[in-house]
């Protein structure tokens, strides 16, 4: 009854209402003026007032900038995903997706598109909005730094990073003593000229180096925490020289830049005396807290701001004021991983990329059109990479490394980056460096970069250390070895807890490890070890209550899938055990539209689709491709709740289901399962071979194994069922028929068989 009476009130009010309107709107067309509007109202005008309507609209600053920001998004992710399978940095990718968009390719070949979606007059809303990107990631920078492991290592560590800052500032200030006459801008004094020369060679990309050391799992080495020290020692130095070289520019003087410098360094004593022990005190007061509230958020993000605003003003660049911001912030671990969670997706993932295209329409490489052009960026490279490689690399072997970490650290640290384009659009706004200077010095960027990963893999090539003794790895390999792969904590509970079921009355002669590979963009520097724990925390729980070992690997990496695919050819896998990955194209039109295109831009799906490689899956969109590019036997585990394998049931529908058996076998042995394996299509009644080796295993596991036929399964067998273990292949079959029963089965684990098992 009450249902009734809303209804018939709700449309007596907006019935009602709506007529009022109607009446209002009629009245009201009689004050218009009758022959203005009957000349409107013709459907040609309509039309053409439709079309310029929309055609204004895509012009308007808005659009614009909104349509720029979608298509370098979109370049940025495909470039970036193309570097990380060539195991590149994802900044390369972005460096690239800026040229690309910029006049030397896009520009060049296609000018109406250029003009169309990045006119002049729309750059500098572009330019504004990448840097506020820049102003953030900066203050993220500074966050990053640990300020705490300077003190624990300060001798080796300043040592190394300031040769790898004077060496090559040195051979700046003398490479610029030939450039000067040739490729400065008119009226640019010489000092302002070489000194940004030098600063622009002396540069190291931290946030890059970090990653790069996170993803070869050097974070716990000696090598990987001096390599950290060196590169935090090194930033602060050098952003400190940048803002004196700024001032000295602006200033146009060295001794004009004195009360710049001056003002500087009041600023500094302000933010570090004044403002850091506030900032402490809020850090404090929260740090019990889940999370920040909005107003301690606010504060720190007003110190930003007015950090950013004062050596703006001040006239050091406003992102030296958000890299000291940073610094400054309370040094607790948690508290800087929580603010940094705030910010990062919309600083890197969407205001960055605007910052590599924006570098990209300054970058021409068209300009550098004469081979003297490309000999000068062949010198710039080379004395670059002496200067920072070779003066880091010696530096680090007078104070007592090793000359292979001595050459690892040359290497790492000649990582220039992001770091680097940043201070060569200052350098370019400012009015130091030329167009034809500021490309070949975007390509030096690149190149150095880009030749940090194969140095580092030549440099452990030429140091490969001893193999381990052959008999160990004899021994070893006896051994039935598992490993399972996690991203959910509770994934990685449920896929431990089939290992051992798998293996419990086999310790002796198995081997478990749990693999938790984290991506490396959503992790810093300082929180490794903290994450590695609390990844394998619940799942270490649990083995000790089943008293079984397992050892644990955890893993950073760019690129997951090929992480696992590594890890599981490395360790001599014979099962990988993997949760499911959903994919996010199934369910909808548009999802299946993305995931066609996906194939496109995606050369190894397209190729998975072609060749329709070894059973790709209808419903997953990454295990397909570990399935088919490992060579250990593969287990997909569907959790439905899984907890105990009591009962088992085993489906059976064709010939090449007989590998099941082993995991049958192993199952009844270990966890003394009951296995019910269920004969369909008559696949056991018309193959001997079959049916032979299903008796035997009868035979010697009574009372644990009956065999079902096709119409004796009930729903209700189905709900007493723990585990279903099943062919990938003929599950995939099942499930695109949409079969029923499937719906009924308890947690499932797909199989497919690649090796022999022992």
């Not at 309507?53 to 470039?79: C, E, Y």
């Not at 169309?116 to 809303?125: A, R």
């Not at 003003?313 to 991983?337: D, Q, Y």
């Not at 079984?548 to 890890?567: C, H, L, P, Y």
Request: charged share 20%; proline share 3%; aromatic share 8%.
């Amino acid at each position: 009854m009450k249902n009734y009476k809303n209804t018939v009130f709700y449309v007596i009010l907006v019935g009602g209402l709506l007529a009022v309107m109607y009446g209002v709107i009629m009245l009201g067309t009689q004050l218009q003026n009758a022959e203005a509007i009957a000349d409107k109202a013709t459907s040609a005008n309509a039309w053409q007032d439709f079309l310029d309507s929309i055609h204004h609209s895509l012009r308007h600053p808005l659009a614009i900038l909104l349509a720029q920001i979608v298509t370098i998004i979109i370049a940025a992710r495909i470039m970036g995903w193309v570097c990380i399978k060539i195991k590149q940095p994802v900044v390369i990718g972005e460096m690239l997706a800026g040229i690309i968009l910029g006049p030397s390719l896009l520009g060049l070949h296609f000018p109406e598109i250029s003009a169309v979606l990045f006119p002049i007059d729309s750059l500098s809303n572009l330019q504004f909005l990448s840097q506020i990107g820049l102003i953030l990631f900066m203050f993220i920078i500074g966050m990053e730094l640990d300020l705490s492991v300077l003190k624990n290592k300060a001798h080796d560590a300043v040592v190394i990073s300031h040769a790898s800052i004077v060496i090559p500032f040195t051979m700046g200030v003398g490479l610029a003593y030939f450039l000067y006459q040739y490729y400065a801008p008119a009226n640019v004094e010489f000092l302002s000229y070489s000194l940004f020369i030098g600063i622009s060679l002396s540069i190291t990309a931290f946030p890059v180096l970090a990653r790069i050391i996170q993803e070869r799992g050097l974070q716990k080495s000696k090598l990987g925490a001096l390599v950290i020290t060196c590169a935090a020692a090194d930033d602060i130095t050098a952003w400190c020289i940048l803002a004196v070289v700024i001032a000295i520019v602006k200033a146009g003087a060295a001794t004009s830049a004195i009360y710049t410098v001056l003002l500087a360094v009041a600023y500094v004593l302000v933010m570090i005396k004044i403002v850091r022990p506030f900032l402490l005190r809020v850090g404090e007061v929260n740090s019990s807290k889940d999370s920040l509230g909005k107003r301690e958020v606010a504060i720190f993000f007003i110190v930003l701001l007015l950090s950013a605003f004062a050596t703006e003003v001040i006239g050091i660049h406003a992102l030296f004021g958000a890299f000291m911001a940073g610094a400054i912030m309370p040094e607790s671990t948690r508290f800087r991983s929580m603010f940094i969670e705030k910010i990062e997706d919309v600083a890197v993932l969407l205001l960055l990329p605007l910052f590599f295209v924006f570098t990209g329409l300054r970058t021409q490489i068209g300009l550098l059109n004469e081979l003297e052009h490309w000999l000068i960026a062949g010198v710039i490279i080379l004395v670059a990479v002496i200067g920072k490689f070779v003066g880091s690399a010696l530096a680090a072997r007078f104070v007592g490394q090793s000359w292979k970490d001595s050459l690892s650290i040359g290497a790492l640290m000649n990582t220039r980056g992001l770091m680097e384009l940043i201070v060569l659009n200052i350098g370019y706004d400012l009015g130091v460096l030329s167009a034809e200077l500021f490309s070949m010095m975007v390509l030096m960027a690149l190149v150095t970069t880009f030749m940090t990963g194969p140095s580092l893999d030549l440099i452990n090539r030429l140091f490969k250390p001893k193999k381990s003794a052959m008999g160990t790895k004899i021994q070893d390999r006896t051994k039935y070895k598992i490993l399972l792969s996690f991203a959910k904590s509770s994934t990685g509970i449920s896929l431990f807890k089939l290992a051992n079921a798998l293996t419990a009355h086999s310790k002796d002669n198995s081997v478990i490890t749990a693999l938790h590979i984290a991506p490396s963009n959503e992790l810093h520097h300082y929180e490794v070890e903290e994450q590695e724990e609390d990844s394998f925390r619940d799942i270490k729980e649990v083995a000790k209550k089943l008293e079984q070992s397992m050892s644990s690997v955890f893993k950073i990496s760019s690129d997951i899938d090929t992480e696992i695919i590594q890890t599981t050819r490395e360790a001599e896998t014979d099962l990988l055990l993997l949760g499911v990955s959903e994919s996010i194209y199934e369910g909808s039109i548009l999802g299946r539209f993305l995931d066609f295109t996906s194939r496109i831009i995606n050369p190894e799906r397209l190729l998975h689709t072609v060749k329709q490689a070894e059973s790709p899956f209808l419903t997953f969109s990454r295990n397909d491709q570990i399935n088919a590019r490992v060579t250990a036997a593969v287990g997909i585990l569907i959790d439905k709740n899984f907890t105990a394998v009591d009962r088992v049931i085993v489906p059976v529908f064709q010939p090449q289901d007989m590998f099941l058996l082993t995991y049958i076998q192993k199952l009844i042995h270990n966890s003394n399962s009951q296995v019910i394996v269920v004969d369909f299509k008559n696949a056991l009644r018309d193959n001997e071979v079959f049916r032979e080796k299903l008796r035997q295993l009868e035979q010697q596991v009574p009372n644990h194994l009956v065999i079902y036929g096709e119409q004796e399964l009930t729903e209700d067998t189905w709900q007493k069922q723990d585990l279903m273990l099943i062919n990938l292949t003929v599950w995939e079959d099942l499930a695109a028929k949409e079969v029923t029963w499937l719906k009924d089965a308890p947690s499932t684990l797909l199989l497919i068989d690649k090796k022999k098992l022992s």
